[in-house]
């Protein structure tokens, strides 16, 4: 008796280990194409991207061994700590910019009216362009000394304004953060579907409990949105961390630096002056700047985001 | 009597809001196309106008030529090649990325393999890595490998997924309903049957709004031509734009807003024709475009 369970039991195990084995097969099989592309175009090259952070490399001979020289290099650059401030600046006052509107713009379309099909299409389609190079050369001649906006400016004042929002140091960073602004519509696409996953009746109950407009915003929506606006957050600090051709088109990082964001900083220095060992050395030190926002910003979502059960 | 006063003064309350939604709406829709629309005034001004009457949205005659001189352009070749480049790029990278990416999210999604979990993380993670880091070191790769000047650095790492699309088509596929997949093992299907007779047609969805998003990002993509380009044969429409809007050099303005606005017709038309899977895709998944 025993010895025929067991032997049943040996053959059950020998079935299910060769399901085993061909679930695993076929597994690998089918993220092939990935894992050859993670090995081949993202893990080789990030480790000797490492690698190359510690040495000096000009792209035509071999690289030379510097240990942490560019680290040290990086510290005693002022144009390297001005583009991380300038990038901070940009980061911290676009991406909260954005969000807001996205999420006003969205709960003003939430609303039932005719039309908002069309409005919500209108408003989007900035975002689809956004990156895009033609935007990008149409932006710095809006906002250029004879662009349109000055045009406008000049016609409600009543006098010639020339002045070159894109060339001045004073306002050449704020036109880039208003052209990141002018792509909200994605956003608010995201927040749009997230107002309407709130139950109705919950506002219901804080009509009837007498609750007024702000306390619904703050007591129902934003917490019903949290999870959205968590995704939003973190998808828009990283990408505004990353931007560059924006500012490579439009200023190209002028004028004196006030627009030198820190990832076109890294790209003139490995392919405008070919110090690619300096570059890998910066880009390291971006991948942790933007680690330690995501792991920041993960650790709190506990506190904030509110995921429902 | 006194009912119908109400009424009526409740529809007069109500025509005023939607009055006022309406007003406030189409103002912030112009100042949202506005640059768009200057763009094709421009284009079609007098070349000496574009920066006269810079606030004047209608051209005082309708200058067609600028698009055929801005076609033309300064430089050796026409942007016949550019488009053409472009186009060569778009639809090789849309085939590849979407391609892949659904074959990967099928084995991610359905296939219980061991360490996918492991593999999904890394995954996601690699949609937080910045391109900064891989730019340097995957530069003198393709080098040594002879292909700076050719279109392979940026189409081939297409053909092998996009994590972004990835994540989209497994989100889909878990939607669809496990006991399709297990009738077919009955009938004696295995893992590559299933896939392409089920899950494949099933999917269509979202391959259609990865293979947008493949298109979009692959026809407006600057990085990589900038760097992997320099030979005015091989350029993109985006880097011949870039290296014609420069100041110093350029002087023909409406010929050259003629090309930045045919350089954004194939995105305008892609989402006139799809529109319902872009806004659905965005509101989904969170895709950026």
């Known amino acids: 008796m025993n010895v025929v369970i067991a032997a049943k039991k040996t053959t059950l195990t020998a079935g299910a280990k060769r399901r085993l084995l061909k679930n695993n097969l076929a597994g690998y099989a089918f993220i092939a194409p990935w894992l050859f592309g993670l090995l081949a175009f993202t893990s080789i090259p990030m480790l000797y991207s490492l690698y190359l952070s510690f040495t000096k490399y000009d792209a035509l001979g071999a690289p030379v061994w510097t240990g942490v020289q560019n680290y040290v290099t990086m510290f005693q650059d002022a144009t390297f700590w001005q583009s991380v401030g300038v990038t901070f600046k940009y980061v911290f006052i676009l991406v909260p910019l954005r969000l807001a509107t996205a999420l006003g713009v969205a709960m003003i379309l939430a609303t039932k009216h005719r039309g908002i099909g069309l409005y919500r299409t209108v408003y989007y389609i900035p975002s689809l362009l956004g990156g895009s190079v033609a935007i990008a050369i149409i932006w710095a001649q809006l906002f250029g000394s004879q662009g349109a906006i000055n045009g406008m400016l000049s016609q409600l004042l009543g006098r010639t304004v020339n002045f070159n929002w894109v060339g001045e140091r004073s306002s050449a ?34 009509l009837i409990d007498g609750a007024s407009a702000p306390q619904r915003f703050f007591r129902i929506t934003l917490p019903m949105l949290s999870p959205v606006i968590f995704f939003n957050l973190v998808m828009g600090i990283i990408t505004a961390f990353k931007s560059f051709s924006e500012s490579l088109i439009i200023t190209d990082g002028g004028p004196l630096n006030s627009t030198m964001l820190f990832a076109l900083y890294i790209y003139k220095q490995g392919f405008s002056y070919f110090k690619m060992g300096y570059a890998c050395a910066m880009s390291w030190v971006l991948l942790m700047i933007i680690a330690v926002f995501s792991i920041f910003i993960f650790g709190s979502s506990t506190g904030w985001v509110h995921y429902e059960e | 009597m006194k009912n119908g006063q109400k009424t009526g003064r409740m529809t007069w309350k109500k025509g005023l809001r939607s009055f006022r939604f309406h007003f406030f709406a189409i103002l912030f829709g112009i100042i949202m196309i506005y640059p768009l629309v200057w763009m094709v005034a421009s284009s079609l001004k007098p070349n000496d106008e574009v920066f006269t009457t810079v606030t004047s949205l209608i051209p005082s005659r309708f200058v067609w030529q600028n698009y055929v001189e801005g076609w033309q352009s300064t430089g050796r070749y026409t942007y016949a090649t550019y488009f053409s480049n472009s186009l060569f790029i778009a639809v090789l990278s849309t085939i590849g990325g979407v391609a892949s990416s659904s074959l990967v999210a099928y084995g991610f999604a359905r296939i219980p393999f061991k360490g996918r979990k492991v593999f999904f993380t890394i995954l996601m993670g690699t949609m937080l890595l910045p391109v900064q880091v891989l730019m340097i070191p995957q530069y003198v790769i393709f080098q040594k490998l002879r292909w700076i000047n050719t279109y392979l650095p940026i189409i081939v790492p297409q053909f092998c997924g996009v994590p972004f699309f990835i994540f989209l088509n497994m989100q889909f596929m878990r939607g669809v309903p496990r006991e399709l997949d297990e009738a077919a093992e009955i009938d004696g299907c295995g893992w590559l049957r299933t896939y392409t007779n089920i899950l494949l047609p099933l999917s269509k969805p979202s391959l259609i709004t990865s293979s947008i998003f493949a298109f979009y990002w692959s026809w407006q993509e600057f990085l990589g031509p900038l760097i992997y380009l320099n030979k005015p044969k091989k350029y993109t429409v985006s880097i011949a734009l870039k290296m014609f809007a420069d100041p110093s050099v350029q002087t023909n303005w409406s010929g050259l807003f003629a090309m930045t606005t045919l350089s954004i017709i194939p995105v305008v038309a892609v989402f006139m024709f799809f529109q319902k899977y872009l806004v659905e895709g965005v509101a989904t998944t969170g895709l950026k475009a």
């Open chain 1, 173 to 206: 960073l704020y036109s880039l953060i208003l052209l990141g602004c002018w792509h909200f519509g994605s956003s608010m696409l995201i927040f749009i579907s997230g107002l309407k996953q709130i139950p109705q009746n919950y506002y219901e109950a804080a």
